[in-house]
């Protein structure tokens, strides 16, 4: 059987991520493993050659995550001049794709953090965490010159940090959250999860139609009886508008899903038909809801729905 070259290897996007002790590497690696990237930390840099040398299986139109692999200055036989030699053969390979993400801060800064957290520099061992924050600066100098990506860390909190990470790594496959859409009846209890809820109560209730009450809103008939309702149109379109301008926001800020609820009385009319055109019109402008109908299959009943229209 032929052997698989390098040209039919699946290609594999693979990031080394480094820098100062206390500069952030845990949680920019926690960050990429939760935006879908492999992630493997305190790896013994002298075993990279034998890890990346591993080729992947051939192409099967099965997309392999990226990976992540943090090291830093604690770890046994470090030599930033030999691993740049070797990341550079190994990146000459065509199945690899290898970058360096390093993480930079000010030595005030990680002097703080230190004593903040009340924990010693890994290299001052009985001396002050500056001259072992110094020494670690002057032995990853040569890799944070030879790195593609520098991120300074130091006005950054924990949160700021993972939104720069989010913002620069995140899979382009991944940059929308998951959205669902969920119709409810109020009668019926709140939905558990909601981000955004819209009570849709003060539109005309087709329950007390005789001939609308055994439909739903996803019955024409039904759609056509709430359109008519002079205040329909002008506040779905601004409840569209909110929920666009909002979506793409949310996707910056890393929000991995969005609940958007339409609530009625008993969630069998108003709130569907509402959930259902919304849906149709995101999917429309680009974006892939979900839609979830709670109390669609619950009975009619006239002691939920409250007084009949007047």
Known sequence: MPKTSDTQRT???????????????????????????????????RLLGRLLETPLPAATGIRHAPLAIGFDSRTRGFDPEAIIR?????????????????????????????????????LAKDRLASNGIALEREMMQPLRDWAEHIMDTTAFAANELQQAIREQFM?????????????????????PVADLVFDMRFLRNPHWDSQLRPLTGQD???????????AFEEAYCRILDLISFLLPRYAAQGKAYVNIAF???????????????????????GFS???????????????????PNT
């Open 86 to 122: 070797k990341v550079e053969s190994l990146n000459s390979k065509t199945h690899l794709s290898i970058s360096t993400l390093y993480l930079d801060c000010s030595g005030a800064e990680l002097e703080r953090r230190y004593n903040e957290t009340r924990r010693p520099h890994p």
């Open 11 to 45: 290609s594999q996007n693979i990031m080394l991520v480094t820098g100062l002790s206390g500069a952030g590497k845990s949680t920019a690696l926690r960050t990429l493993e939760d935006l879908g990237w492999e992630a493997v930390d305190n790896f013994p840099i």
């Open 171 to 191: 899979l382009e496959e991944d940059r929308q959250p998951t959205l669902t859409i969920t119709s409810f009846g109020f009668a019926r209890g709140m939905p």
């Open 220 to 230: 024409k008939a039904v759609g056509e009886y709430v359109r008519q309702d002079k």
């Open 289 to 307: 809801p979900t839609i979830s109908h709670r109390n669609l299959a619950s009975p009619p009943a006239d002691k939920l729905e409250g007084k």
């Open 263 to 285: 609530g009625c009385t008993g969630g069998r009319h108003r709130s569907v038909f509402t959930a259902e055109q919304m849906a149709k019109d995101l999917r429309d402008a």
